[in-house]
C-alpha cells in the first residue's frame, strides 16, 4: 500500500463535463496522481459499484460528485459514496444545484417519458411502451432504477461536506480546492470552496447608470464591448452569480447565465437577480413595467433559475398547477 | 367523509409608516377584517426581498400579502416602485411556475387608509380561499425508496460476496 491518499470521482444526472473540467487541470493532473490513487471513477477506469460496496467505510479520502439526484440508482450511490468517503464534495452545479437537468423540474416524470418515448418526432414505438421499474419477462425478474419526479441536489439528499460551483468548475478554482485538501486549509464543513463575491466584481466592462426600458434576448443585438451588458438590455445573471469564472462570459461579449450559482448568503439565486433587474427597470408605471417584463422575459424560469431551480426555495413547478385544478371551495371555519 | 376546512394561511409584509399603521388604525376604529394574514412589519416595502415570499409559500402559505405607501409617498423614496418592478417579476416567474399569480398581492394603504386596508385583506383571503390550499412540501414528496434502496444495497451484497 502506498501512502497516497484515495479519490474517487462519480457522475449521476449529469453531462460529464465536469470529467472534463477535472483534465483542463492540464499537466496539474500529474500533481493530482501522484497525490491520490484514484479508487472509482467510471468515466475513465473500468470500476464498478461493487468495488466500492466492498470498502471499508471512510475508505475514499475525497470523493468528488457530480450530478443531481434524478433516479433510485443515482441516490443509493450517493448514500454509498457518503458510506465510503471521509470527504464528500458537491462537484460542480448539477450536484451543488441541479443544473441544466434540474430545469426539467417545471415537468414530472409522466411527460418526461411521454415525450421521450411516445411523442418526440423520431421515436417509434407502436406498442407505446414505457419503462417501469419492475417487470417479469420469461420468468425473470428484470429492475430498473425508478425515474423521480424531482431532481434532487447532492445535498438535499445527503450530508455534503463542500461545495465547489460551476458548470463546469474551473480548473484553476478545482486546482484551489486540491491544494486546500491537500494543506489543510479548506474552509469550515458545509461551505462553498470559492469567491465570495458576484461576476460584477470580476468584471472588466465599465459601469454607469443603469436605464433599461426594454430587455432585449442575445440574438437581437451585437453588444458593445466595453460597456456593460445589462446596461445594454441583456439579462445578465452577473450580479447574482458567484465570482470564480473570471467574468469568463462577459469577456467575450456575452451575458452571464449564471452557472456558479448564488454568490454567498444569497439563498434564492432568482430572487436576487429579480430584485437586481427591478432597479434598473425604467419605468413607474404598473402597466409598463408589466409589458416590459413580460415581453422581454418570455421564459422567467429559464432565464432567473437557468441552473439552480433544483436548488430554489421552491425547488420545482407546481406538480398540480392551480390553473389545473377543479376543486369546490372548501368549507371555511365556523366564525 | 368530511371534507377538511380550509382557512387561507396568508403572511403579509406590511411597511412601518403606512400600510402597517393602517393596519393598526383599522383595530383602533374595530373595523372587522379576516383574521388570516400574520403580520411582519417591515420598514419599506422596498425591503421585502422576492425570496421572502418564495419562502413563505415553500413553507406553508397559501398567499402573501405585501402593503406598502401608495407611489410617490414612500418614506424611503423611491422604493415602493422597485417593490412594484419585483412584484411584476415575481408574479410573471410564479406563473410559470403553474403557482397562480392571484397568490401574491401588493397594494398601498396609506396610515389613514384603515378600512381600505381591511377591504382588501377581506378580498385577498376570499380569492385565496377560492384558489384553495397550496400545501408546497406535497408538491416535493416523492414517495419514500428508503426500503427499496436498502433491499438493493443487501442484495449487491449477498451477490457480490461482500466480506466474505
Ligand atoms: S416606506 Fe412605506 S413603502 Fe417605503
Known amino acids: 500500500m502506498s501512502d497516497k491518499g484515495t479519490l474517487a470521482i462519480y457522475w449521476a444526472a449529469s453531462c460529464g463535463g465536469c470529467e472534463i473540467g477535472i483534465l483542463a487541470l492540464n499537466e496539474k493532473i500529474l500533481d493530482v496522481a501522484a497525490a491520490f490513487d484514484i479508487v472509482f471513477c467510471p468515466c475513465i477506469m473500468d470500476t464498478k459499484a461493487r468495488d466500492v460496496e466492498h470498502m471499508p467505510d471512510g475508505h475514499i479520502d475525497v470523493c468528488l460528485f457530480n450530478g443531481g439526484i434524478r433516479t433510485s440508482e443515482q441516490e443509493y450511490m450517493a448514500r454509498l459514496l457518503r458510506q465510503k468517503s471521509k470527504v464528500l464534495v458537491a462537484f460542480g452545479s448539477c450536484a451543488h444545484e441541479g443544473c441544466i437537468p434540474g430545469l426539467a423540474n417545471v415537468t414530472n416524470r409522466q411527460s418526461i417519458f411521454e415525450t421521450v418515448y411516445l411523442d418526440s418526432p423520431s421515436t ?20 430498473l432504477p425508478v425515474f423521480y419526479d424531482t431532481v434532487r441536489t447532492l445535498g438535499q439528499t445527503v450530508k455534503v461536506d463542500y461545495y465547489l460551483p460551476g458548470c463546469p468548475p474551473e480548473a484553476d478554482r478545482v486546482w484551489d480546492a486540491v491544494v486546500a485538501i491537500l494543506e489543510g486549509t479548506l474552509p469550515a464543513p458545509g461551505s462553498v470552496i470559492g469567491a465570495q463575491t458576484t461576476v460584477c466584481d470580476e468584471c472588466t466592462r465599465t459601469r454607469s447608470e443603469k436605464k433599461i426600458k426594454a430587455f432585449k434576448r442575445t440574438w437581437q443585438v451585437w453588444p458593445e464591448e466595453s460597456q456593460c451588458l445589462l446596461e445594454q438590455g441583456l439579462i445578465c445573471c452577473g450580479p447574482a452569480t458567484r465570482a470564480g469564472c473570471q467574468s469568463r462570459c462577459p469577456t467575450v461579449n456575452s451575458p452571464c447565465i449564471g452557472c456558479y450559482g448564488p454568490n454567498a448568503g ?47 426555495l421552491l425547488r420545482r413547478a407546481a406538480l398540480v398547477p392551480d390553473e389545473e385544478r377543479h376543486e369546490l371551495p372548501l368549507p371555511r371555519a365556523a366564525q | ?86 412584484f411584476a417579476m415575481l408574479q410573471h416567474t410564479l406563473t410559470a411556475l403553474g403557482i397562480s ?56 451484497a449477498e451477490a457480490m460476496e461482500v466480506g466474505r
Open chain 1, 124 to 143: 417509434d414505438n407502436p406498442g407505446r411502451t414505457l419503462p417501469l421499474p419492475e417487470v417479469q419477462h420469461n420468468g425473470f425478474h428484470l429492475a
Open chain 1, 266 to 312: 444569497v439563498e434564492d439565486q432568482g430572487a436576487r437577480l429579480i430584485t437586481a433587474l427591478a432597479s434598473v427597470i425604467d419605468s413607474n408605471d404598473a402597466e409598463e413595467v408589466e409589458r416590459i417584463v413580460r415581453e422581454g422575459v418570455p421564459d422567467p424560469v429559464g432565464t432567473f433559475y437557468r441552473f439552480s431551480l433544483a436548488h430554489s
Open chain 2, 101 to 156: 399569480a392571484r397568490r401574491v398581492r401588493l397594494v398601498w394603504a396609506s396610515a389613514g387608509e384603515g378600512a381600505h386596508l381591511a377591504r382588501e385583506i377581506d378580498r385577498f383571503v376570499e380569492d385565496v380561499r377560492t384558489l384553495g390550499p397550496l400545501h408546497w412540501q406535497t408538491q416535493l414528496a416523492e414517495p419514500d425508496h428508503t426500503a427499496e434502496i436498502d433491499r438493493i444495497l443487501v442484495e449487491h
Open chain 2, 1 to 86: 367523509m368530511l371534507r377538511e376546512i380550509y382557512e387561507p394561511k396568508i403572511v403579509g409584509f406590511f411597511c412601518n409608516w403606512c400600510s402597517y399603521r393602517a393596519a393598526d388604525g383599522a383595530g383602533t376604529a374595530r373595523i372587522k377584517y379576516a383574521p388570516n394574514v400574520r403580520v411582519v412589519r417591515l420598514m419599506c416595502s422596498g425591503r421585502v426581498d422576492p425570496a421572502f415570499v418564495l419562502k413563505a409559500l415553500a413553507l406553508g402559505a397559501d398567499g402573501v400579502l405585501v402593503a406598502g405607501c401608495h407611489p410617490g409617498e414612500c418614506h424611503y423614496i423611491e422604493q415602493n416602485y422597485k417593490t412594484m418592478r419585483r
